[in-house]
C-alpha cells in the first residue's frame, strides 16, 4: 500500500486525537505514565531490532565462509576428478595398444605353423 501525504497527515491526526482523549480521560499524569511506558517500550523494541541485525550479520559471514570454503573443495574435487579422467583415457589407450600387441602375437604364432 502506498503511503500518500494525505494518508499520513490522516493518520498524524487521527493520532493526536486519541492523545487529547487520554489526556481528558486520564488527566496530565496518567498521560505522562502512558508515554513513559511507550518509549520504555520503543526502547527496548530498538535493542531488540539492533540484536537482530547483528544476528543477521553474522549468519551473513558464516554463510558467505561456507560458501568461500565450499567453492575451494569444490574446484579441488573438480581438479582431481579431472585428473583421473586423465589418468583412466591414458589406462585405455595402454590397455587397446596390449590387445593389439596381443592379437599381433597371436597371428604371429599361428602364421609359424601354431606352434
Known amino acids: 500500500m502506498k ?5 499520513s497527515q490522516l493518520e498524524s491526526q487521527a493520532g493526536s486525537m486519541f492523545n487529547l482523549e487520554l ?6 499524569n ?4 502512558h508515554n ?4 520504555n517500550y520503543l526502547k527496548h523494541i530498538r535493542q531488540d531490532t ?3 541485525k547483528r ?8 554463510r558467505k565462509n561456507d560458501q568461500t570454503e565450499a567453492a575451494k ?3 579441488s574435487l573438480e581438479n582431481k576428478w579431472s585428473d583421473l ?3 583412466n583415457l591414458q589406462v585405455e589407450i595402454a590397455c587397446a595398444a596390449l590387445e593389439s600387441e596381443v592379437d599381433e602375437l597371436r597371428r604371429y604364432k599361428q602364421s609359424m605353423g601354431g606352434q
Open 30 to 33: 496518567a498521560w505522562r505514565v
Open 50 to 52: 539492533e540484536e537482530v
Open 55 to 62: 544476528q543477521i550479520l553474522q549468519v551473513n559471514k558464516e
Open 36 to 39: 513513559y511506558q511507550m518509549e
Open 3 to 7: 503511503i500518500t501525504p494525505t494518508l
Open 85 to 87: 579422467i586423465a589418468q
Open 73 to 75: 573443495t569444490l574446484a
Open 23 to 28: 489526556l481528558s480521560k486520564y488527566g496530565a
